[in-house]
């Protein structure tokens, strides 16, 4: 079935330093991937939506100078914290969707912690 | 807009119980309507999905039924081990299957 692969699964940064995430679609083309942000005991807030070669959609509220997305591949979407600070600590989770699977596949998550 | 309302957890059973999660939902025309898993510290996995009207979604002893007149996707399962403990979501795609919207999330515990 598909697999989606995302690192780190955790990462603690110091505030001011930039994280990047990664997620990789192992056995399928992305040509749509999804950046989720989820509070403890919350659910999933979407935060940006990017097609592989444009630019990302953000939904509103989300800063796109702060939380830059790159979709340069049909298998690699990256997801930079720049300038974290301890408010931007959270667990993150990528999705992928491909044309030839029908569904969304998501990765494993990475929790950020921001000291 | 699309949304989905699932009952507010956390939902204890003991092991072996009868699990029932209601979900229902507001959409425009015929979403596909999916339940998602989360185990603690991990991403979230499908479940089951059901992709229209009176179709029942199936796996691991878990069921949901695409209900289109009562719009809702109650998830069921007749026996719970304490491995099932998590949190169960439930969601819907828009007509062009470009967009999952979520429900807030039911956690399960099971007690042995």
């Known amino acids: 079935g598909a697999v989606v692969s995302q690192h780190p699964s955790w990462v603690i940064c110091k505030s001011g330093t930039s994280v990047k995430i990664e997620c990789r679609s192992l056995?399928?083309?992305?040509?749509?991937m999804f950046w989720y942000r989820q509070f403890p005991k919350q659910s999933l807030m979407l935060m940006a939506t990017?097609?592989?070669?444009?630019?990302?959609?953000?939904e509103q509220g989300v800063e796109k100078d702060k939380f830059l997305i790159n979709h340069a591949s049909l298998t690699l979407s990256t997801l930079t914290v720049t300038s974290a600070h301890p408010e931007d600590s959270s667990f993150y989770i990528c999705?992928?969707?491909?044309?030839?699977?029908?569904?969304?596949?998501f990765g494993s998550g990475t929790r950020l912690t921001v000291v | 807009g699309n949304s989905v309302t699932q009952m507010e957890g956390p939902v204890t059973l003991s092991e072996e119980a009868f699990l029932t999660i209601n979900c229902t939902y507001t959409?425009?025309?015929?979403?596909?309507l999916f339940w998602y898993v989360q185990y603690p510290g991990e991403g979230l996995q499908l479940l089951l999905k059901?992709?229209?009207?009176?179709d029942k979604g199936s796996n691991k002893g878990f069921e949901a039924t695409y209900r289109k007149e009562t719009t809702s996707f109650h998830l069921e399962k007749g026996s719970v081990q304490v491995s099932d403990s998590a949190v169960y979501f439930c969601?819907?795609?828009?007509?062009?299957?470009?967009?999952?919207?979520f429900g807030g999330g039911t956690r399960l515990m099971v007690k042995p």
């Open positions: 959409a425009t025309g015929y979403p596909s």
């Open positions: 969601a819907l795609t828009n007509n062009a299957g470009n967009m999952l919207t």
């Open positions: 999705s992928a969707k491909g044309q030839e699977y029908y569904g969304y596949t």
């Open positions: 059901a992709t229209k009207a009176d």
């Open positions: 990017s097609n592989e070669g444009s630019k990302a959609t953000y």
């Open positions: 056995d399928f083309q992305a040509t749509t």
